[in-house]
Nanobody
Framework: QVQLVESGGGLVQPGGSLRLSCAAS????????MGWYRQAPGKERELVAR???????NYADSVKGRFTISRDNAKNTVYLQMNSLNSEDTAVYSC???????????????WGKGTLVTVSS
């Protein structure tokens, strides 16, 4: 069964840091772009950061300079290092990935179930 599983969420004080991980497992041929999204209470889901297989990244303006996305292609894992967290970063963070399950198939977008990040003193 192909799935994405996030980890690393939790409660952190303002100004603190967290590192999220998202691992893809199952029968996967390769992975194209991977990304992190978040949804705060009462708000729509928004892109946080995205990274291509080759390492090209893009970030939401609200997290530039504070968050860093990276990936380990050998481990099928994407990370999100979050620094200088503030209350506006409180949200459920979900990862997604364009998975290629077979060599002659196109990518399919998969989502993880999400992990809660709460920034509070």
């Amino acid at each position: 069964q192909v799935q994405l599983v996030e980890s690393g969420g939790g409660l952190v004080q303002p100004g603190g840091s967290l590192r999220l991980s998202c691992a893809a497992s199952g029968s996967i041929f390769s992975i194209n772009a991977m990304g992190w999204y978040r949804q705060a209470p009462g708000k729509e889901r928004e892109l946080v950061a995205r990274i291509t297989r080759g390492g090209r990244t893009n970030y939401a303006d609200s997290v530039k300079g504070r968050f860093t996305i990276s990936r380990d292609n050998a481990k099928n894992t994407v990370y999100l290092q979050m620094n200088s967290l503030n209350s506006e970063d409180t949200a459920v963070y979900s990862c997604n990935a364009d998975l290629i399950l077979y060599s002659d198939y196109g990518p399919i977008l998969y989502w993880g179930k999400g992990t809660l990040v709460t920034v509070s003193s």
